[in-house]
T-cell receptor
Framework: SQTIHQWPATLVQPVGSPLSLECTVEGTSNPNLYWYRQAAGRGLQLLFYSVGIGQISSEVPQNLSASRPQDRQFILSSKKLLLSDSGFYLC???????????FGSGTRLTVV | DAKTTQPPSMDCAEGRAANLPCNHSTISGNEYVYWYRQIHSQGPQYIIHGLKNNETNEMASLIITEDRKSSTLILPHATLRDTAVYYCIVRSSGAGSYQLTFGKGTKLSVIP
């Protein structure tokens, strides 16, 4: 069966520090991968999606970047965090063997 | 993708059926109706999807009107654990349709 792993679950980082969030999928190949963000009290916003290794599409201009170094690995990064980067970050995958999207458990990022 | 309209909140008594409506009057022929839910501080969870026929699975039933301009998600016997935000999403199944756009959803509160 397919599983998605996302870590860490919570993270507190100072303003100006770098960020790296990792997401991996098991049990499938060539998945579509997604990063979403949910700010406090707000809806889910699609940040990036990837349809293959090295292929990244950005939905909104921002302080973040994404990379897909391997087929089932998706990384969200920032060189310098801003206070406005705080939020709940969710990784998801779609593709063969899944109905719709399957989301990870999320990372709650607080920038202080 | 077509836009959806949902009531912002609903209450349901525990053990009763919860009927969550969704309007999608601009839906096109190749667009599916998806339902997800998000329990507080967790990632969204896929519930059910359909094109034009009514669908049922172990979680819920989906009733789509004949003109496909609206649908209803039915939780037959709501429990306290069904308290969540429920999202109705219309999405094309065509190639290149990678986005899953979440609106504000309906906050369902199941009351003891």
């Amino acid at each position: 069966s397919q599983t998605i792993h996302q870590w860490p679950a919570t993270l507190v980082q100072p303003v100006g520090s770098p960020l790296s969030l990792e997401c991996t999928v098991e049990g499938t190949s060539n998945p579509n991968l997604y990063w979403y963000r949910q700010a406090a009290g707000r809806g889910l916003q699609l940040l990036f999606y990837s349809v293959g290794i090295g292929q990244i599409s950005s939905e909104v201009p921002q302080n973040l970047s994404a990379s897909r170094p391997q087929d089932r690995q998706f990384i969200l990064s920032s060189k310098k965090l801003l206070l406005s980067d705080s939020g709940f970050y969710l990784c998801a995958w779609s593709g063969a063997g899944s109905y719709g999207y399957t989301f990870g458990s999320g990372t709650r990022l607080t920038v202080v | 993708d077509a836009k959806t309209t949902q009531p912002p909140s609903m209450d349901c008594a525990e053990g009763r059926a919860a009927n969550l409506p969704c309007n999608h009057s601009t839906i096109s022929g190749n667009e599916y109706v998806y339902w997800y839910r998000q329990i507080h501080s967790q990632g969204p969870q896929y519930i059910i999807h359909g094109l034009k026929n009514n669908e049922t699975n172990e979680m819920a039933s989906l009733i789509i009107t004949e003109d496909r301009k609206s649908s209803t998600l039915i939780l037959p016997h709501a429990t306290l654990r069904d308290t969540a935000v429920y999202y109705c999403i219309v999405r094309s199944s065509g190639a290149g349709s990678y986005q899953l756009t979440f609106g504000k959803g309906t906050k369902l509160s199941v009351i003891p």
